[in-house]
């Protein structure tokens, strides 16, 4: 069973009598991906920069490992890495001499160590280029081998996807899946790329103005969604519309050679049954599945987003 290696205990933030954060709770596990959604200014950074030590918080605390961040800060962080945004490197050394110059920093870091997280980021066949000629995800990597180095329980990553194009996503998507999984690290990821998040996490933590509003897991909040969009193809059309008119609330629109409307999921048998019972010819019934971004939307407010 998964043990939680972070928790958040009432964690606040007031900054000139303004409250930012309004006493976030959770924990995170490891082996577990964990996503932290929110539109901008909604606080997911003064989060972050408080789990880590380096903005104080005004009430609460986040205990790491057992250990709390507020009353022992050295031992709390030692099981923390992370990168924000884009990893600062040394451009005219390589990959493997930035990894070493590093690793002189963080006390007990093998040789072994090192050529293991080159192996884990995949970087093995470039890692004794400079990083000059790196491209922007080959750097991403890098700074999460570095991230990595001195074998942290908790990885955060501030938007890790951003700039990158969308083989470099679906790189650092596959890594971060394949550190958790083999691992057992807990990765914290800070993202307003949806359908990043949607394939990348297992559990989602959705925060808007200082107040975390849900967390679910990935699974539950895509399937949790009360209304799906059906469209159906079926012979006569006309008729498959009327009856459709009488059992459905909203509006049935014809298009094309399909009828689509919005449900639940509960009520599509019954619609089926129906329109079969009155010798109606269904040839086709799709349901658009909800997606983390409609979910979203449903919980902060289309106009949250700017």
């Known amino acids: ?13 007031t900054i000139k009598n303004k409250p930012i954060i309004k006493g976030l709770d959770f924990e995170i596990n490891s082996g577990e991906v964990f996503g932290f959604l929110g539109p901008n200014g909604a606080g997911k950074t003064t989060t972050i920069r408080m789990m880590v030590g380096l903005m104080s918080m005004t009430d609460g605390d986040v205990i790491i490992k057992g250990h709390s961040v507020k009353n022992d800060y050295k031992k709390a962080v030692q099981h923390v890495g992370g990168i924000v945004e884009n990893p600062e490197m040394y451009p005219f050394m390589s ?10 920093m963080v006390p007990g870091v093998t040789k072994e160590r090192i050529e293991e997280v080159i192996k884990l980021v995949g970087l093995e066949k470039r890692v004794n280029d400079k ?21 942290p329980s908790i990885l955060i990553l501030d938007e890790p996807t951003n700039g990158l194009d969308p083989s470099g996503i679906r790189e650092i998507r596959a890594y971060i899946r394949r550190l958790a999984a083999e691992e057992g690290v807990a990765v914290i990821v800070s993202s307003h790329i949806l359908s990043e998040m949607e394939m990348m996490c297992d559990r989602i933590g959705i925060i808007k103005n200082g107040e975390l509003i849900s967390i679910q897991s990935v699974n539950d909040a895509l399937q949790q969604s009360e209304k799906k969009e059906v469209s159906l193809e079926a012979e006569p059309m006309a008729e498959a519309q009327t009856i459709l008119n009488e059992v459905i609330e909203g509006d049935v629109q014809q298009n094309k050679d399909a009828l689509t409307f919005t449900v639940t999921r509960e009520e599509i048998p ?12 269904v040839y086709s019934v799709t349901v658009t599945r909800s997606t983390l971004e409609d979910k979203f939307l449903d919980l902060i407010g289309e106009g949250a987003i700017e």
Do not use: P
């Open 270 to 281: 019954g619609i089926i049954a129906r329109l079969v019972s009155r010798e109606i010819d």
């Open 95 to 104: 990959g493997r001499k930035n990894l070493i110059h590093y690793s002189r």
């Open 1 to 13: 069973m998964s043990k939680a290696v972070m928790q958040l205990k009432n964690l606040k933030k």
């Open 131 to 151: 990083v000059s000629k790196y491209s922007l995800g080959m750097r991403q990597r890098l700074g999460i081998a570095q991230a990595l180095l001195h074998k």
